[in-house]
């Protein structure tokens, strides 16, 4: 299947000099979840900004849809819809008439029972006649993003859509989110919450310095990077790893009271029965033990700090 | 979701959108949209009209009262036409709502149809309610109706669409009142707005003539009692220079992103 966004080329330096964006290339498959990855400053909002034309690229191409964003632009932006970072409101503006203004401007007509429908599913119905202004942050958050969906786009931009949210929003926006692509819409969200992307995306995008380093399906990079370990708490420190136990990719820590074990979790043998064993025979005893997967944040900063 | 669908080639949804949402600012406020310029004109006829019209019979064979009336309009469209065309695009810029403009399939010509029209609407309602409250105060005679509507008309959309560009270009609010203070007011003032230019001295008139706003007022005049300091003819192409002009520095501005895009 073609992809619904194609960005090639695409670089950005803005008038004061500051190169954003270093030929970005890059594909978005049909209804999929992409989670566009970077620290502060790497590229993240630039690059939304221009496939939403509210930033003109220096050089590159990019197709959405079918449509070039520049040529065919009206096409192009009728199928994408944005949730700038920004909590930006028509605060003396009713939550209706503000959402209703979003429909319109993107060329849709006047449909209530849409709205309604909007309104509901972020349980904005009622508050639907309240100035914006006296709305909780995360209500506004939940206007900008009604907003956003007003028009019934297929390309959906969330930039960082739950930086400064609660936990309850967060969950409902996640919810929100699976529910949309259910329903067939693609989004790309840039988060800084690695959780999130573990938790949501279908693949990954790393942008570190402008460059995007790394465009993965999640779970084939956890795989590929993410590690396992096995720590064991011991009953007696040790001064050494003993030799009888050379054999495995043991580490000691914690002033010589914890044994780190790392190993390929895909692996048919582990090698953790064989290492249990081994340190009864050798009269090592342990009192605890726990194992853990490296997380997205994990990869993520390994993956960033290489770079520096 | 829906299937596939195409945009119209012109997207009226969205104009209709922006004016709408516009003239719902206006409306919402309409006891203060309309009480102001009620009791401002009648505050002009008080001091104008009976205090020194009082010493003053008639200009040009008007008596002075009805004489002030078409310049006392246009003291207040010029004003508010800015104001409202600045207004309306540069609060989305100063609460940041303009990211959804930007990124909306609409056209430069069709956002300042939705902005400029709404804020031309607005002057156009002004100026009809400074009309009719002008007639209780004296005895108003118009002899060419259709071209008084029609200038109106695009006097208010000239305005309207400079001061769109005053909204564009400006980074402040100070920046945003300091056209239509400190140029526009003292210019229709100083344009004729209560005296005819012919009473001015031989110097001073022809230093008025450079002042654009003396083509607009006396235009208008000539509207009411067929009588003006200038040709017809020239203030009609002056004004519609301007509304060109305005057109002109907007579709530069959409082009380059001035102010609006990086």
Same mark, same amino acid.
């Given at each position: 299947?073609?992809?619904?966004?194609?960005?090639?080329?695409?670089?950005?330096?803005?008038?004061?000099?500051?190169?954003?964006?270093?030929?970005?290339?890059?594909?978005?498959?049909?209804?999929?979840?992409?989670?566009?990855?970077?620290?502060?400053?790497?590229?993240?909002?630039?690059?939304?900004?221009?496939?939403?034309?509210?930033?003109?690229?220096?050089?590159?191409?990019?197709?959405?849809?079918?449509?070039?964003?520049?040529?065919?632009?009206?096409?192009?932006?009728?199928?994408?819809?944005?949730?700038?970072?920004?909590?930006?409101?028509?605060?003396?503006?009713?939550?209706?008439?503000?959402?209703?203004?979003?429909?319109?401007?993107?060329?849709?007509?006047?449909?209530?029972?849409?709205?309604?429908?909007?309104?509901?599913?972020?349980?904005?119905?009622?508050?639907?006649?309240?100035?914006?202004?006296?709305?909780?942050?995360?209500?506004?958050?939940?206007?900008?993003?009604?907003?956003?969906?007003?028009?019934?786009?297929?390309?959906?931009?969330?930039?960082?859509?739950?930086?400064?949210?609660?936990?309850?929003?967060?969950?409902?926006?996640?919810?929100?989110?699976?529910?949309?692509?259910?329903?067939?819409?693609?989004?790309?969200?840039?988060?800084?919450?690695?959780?999130?992307?573990?938790?949501?995306?279908?693949?990954?995008?790393?942008?570190?310095?402008?460059?995007?380093?790394?465009?993965?399906?999640?779970?084939?990079?956890?795989?590929?990077?993410?590690?396992?370990?096995l720590?064991l708490?011991l009953?007696e420190p040790l001064n050494a790893v003993p030799p009888e136990l050379a054999d495995w990719n043991l580490e000691l820590k914690?002033?010589g009271s914890v044994l780190e074990y790392t190993y390929?979790?895909?692996?048919?043998?582990?090698g953790?029965?064989s290492l249990l064993r081994r340190m009864t025979d050798i009269g090592v005893a342990f009192?605890?033990?726990?194992?853990?997967?490296?997380?997205?944040?994990?990869?993520?900063?390994?993956?960033?700090?290489?770079?520096? | 979701?829906?299937?596939?669908?195409?945009?119209?080639?012109?997207?009226?949804?969205?104009?209709?959108?922006?004016?709408?949402?516009?003239?719902?600012?206006?409306?919402? $406020?309409?006891?203060?949209?309309?009480?102001?310029?009620? #009791? %401002? /004109? @009648?505050?002009? *006829? !008080?001091?104008?009209?009976?205090?020194?019209?009082?010493?003053?019979?008639?200009?040009?064979?008007?008596?002075?009262?009805?004489?002030?009336?078409?310049?006392?309009?246009?003291?207040?469209?010029?004003?508010?036409?800015?104001?409202?065309?600045?207004?309306?695009?540069?609060?989305?810029?100063?609460?940041?709502?303009?990211?959804?403009?930007?990124?909306?399939?609409?056209?430069?010509?069709?956002?300042?149809?939705?902005?400029?029209?709404?804020?031309? $609407?607005?002057?156009?309602?002004?100026?009809?309610?400074? #009309? %009719? /409250? @002008?007639?209780? *105060? !004296?005895?108003?005679?118009?002899?060419?109706?259709?071209?008084?509507?029609?200038?109106?008309?695009?006097?208010?959309?000239?305005?309207?669409?400079?001061?769109?560009?005053?909204?564009?270009?400006?980074?402040?609010?100070?920046?945003?009142?300091?056209?239509?203070?400190?140029?526009?007011?003292?210019?229709?003032?100083?344009?004729?707005?209560?005296?005819?230019?012919?009473?001015?001295?031989?110097?001073?008139?022809?230093?008025?003539?450079?002042?654009?706003?003396?083509?607009?007022?006396?235009?208008?005049?000539?509207?009411?009692?067929?009588?003006?300091? !200038?040709?017809?003819?020239?203030?009609?192409?002056?004004?519609?220079?301007?509304?060109?002009?305005?057109?002109?520095?907007?579709?530069?501005?959409?082009?380059?992103?001035?102010?609006?895009?990086?």
């Open positions: 299947m073609s992809p619904i966004l194609s960005i090639s080329n695409v670089s950005k330096t803005y008038s004061s000099g500051l190169q954003a964006l270093k030929r970005v290339d890059l594909e978005i498959n049909r209804g999929e979840i992409f989670a566009l990855l970077g620290p502060n400053g790497a590229g993240k909002s630039t690059l939304i900004n221009i496939v939403c034309g509210i930033v003109t690229p220096s050089t590159g191409k990019i197709v959405a849809d079918g449509h070039d964003i520049q040529k065919d632009y009206r096409q192009a932006r009728f199928k994408i819809a944005l949730v700038p970072q920004e909590l930006a409101t028509d605060a003396f503006e009713t939550v209706t008439t503000s959402v209703r203004l979003s429909r319109g401007l993107f060329g849709r007509p006047v449909e209530p029972a849409l709205i309604e429908k909007v309104l509901r599913s972020l349980t904005l119905w009622e508050k639907r006649n309240d100035k914006i202004m006296t709305l909780s942050g995360g209500m506004k958050r939940r206007v900008m993003i009604a907003k956003a969906l007003a028009h019934e786009p297929k390309i959906l931009f969330l930039d960082e859509p739950t930086a400064g949210v609660d936990v309850e929003l967060r969950k409902d926006m996640w919810n929100l989110v699976r529910q949309l692509r259910d329903e067939g819409v693609t989004i790309i969200l840039t988060t800084h919450y690695i959780e999130e992307a573990e938790e949501m995306a279908d693949r990954v995008g790393v942008i570190s310095k402008g460059e995007l380093i790394l465009v993965e399906e999640k779970t084939a990079l956890m795989q590929k990077l993410g590690k396992k370990q720590t708490q009953q914690g002033d390929d979790g895909k692996a048919e043998r582990t953790i029965p009192k605890d033990l726990n194992t853990h997967q490296s997380s997205l944040e994990d990869i993520f900063v390994s993956l960033v700090s290489e770079r520096k | 979701m829906s299937g596939e669908q195409q945009i119209l080639g012109f997207n009226r949804y969205g104009v209709w959108a922006i004016f709408r949402f516009e003239m719902a600012r206006f409306l919402r $406020t309409a006891g203060q949209s309309i009480l102001t310029p009620v #009791l %401002t /004109t @009648s505050l002009y *006829f !008080v001091v104008f009209g009976s205090a020194i019209g009082g010493r003053m019979s008639e200009v040009g064979g008007v008596p002075y009262g009805a004489f002030i009336v078409p310049g006392m309009i246009m003291l207040t469209i010029l004003a508010e036409s800015m104001s409202n065309g600045s207004f309306g695009i540069y609060f989305p810029k100063f609460t940041g709502t303009i990211y959804e403009l930007l990124s909306a399939p609409i056209s430069p010509v069709e956002t300042v149809l939705g902005y400029v029209g709404a804020a031309a $609407t607005k002057s156009v309602i002004l100026g009809l309610i400074i #009309l %009719t /409250t @002008s007639t209780f *105060f !004296v005895d108003l005679q118009i002899r060419h109706p259709i071209a008084m509507i029609a200038f109106l008309v695009l006097t208010s959309a000239t305005f309207a669409l400079l001061g769109f560009i005053t909204g564009i270009w400006a980074k402040s609010f100070e920046q945003l009142s300091f056209i239509p203070m400190l140029v526009v007011t003292p210019l229709t003032f100083l344009g004729g707005a209560f005296y005819s230019i012919d009473m001015l001295p031989g110097a001073w008139r022809t230093i008025t003539l450079f002042n654009p706003i003396v083509y607009i007022i006396s235009a208008f005049r000539w509207c009411f009692y067929g009588t003006s300091d !200038v040709g017809v003819e020239v203030s009609m192409l002056m004004t519609a220079i301007f509304f060109l002009g305005g057109l002109a520095a907007v579709s530069w501005i959409f082009k380059t992103g001035y102010r609006l895009k990086n």
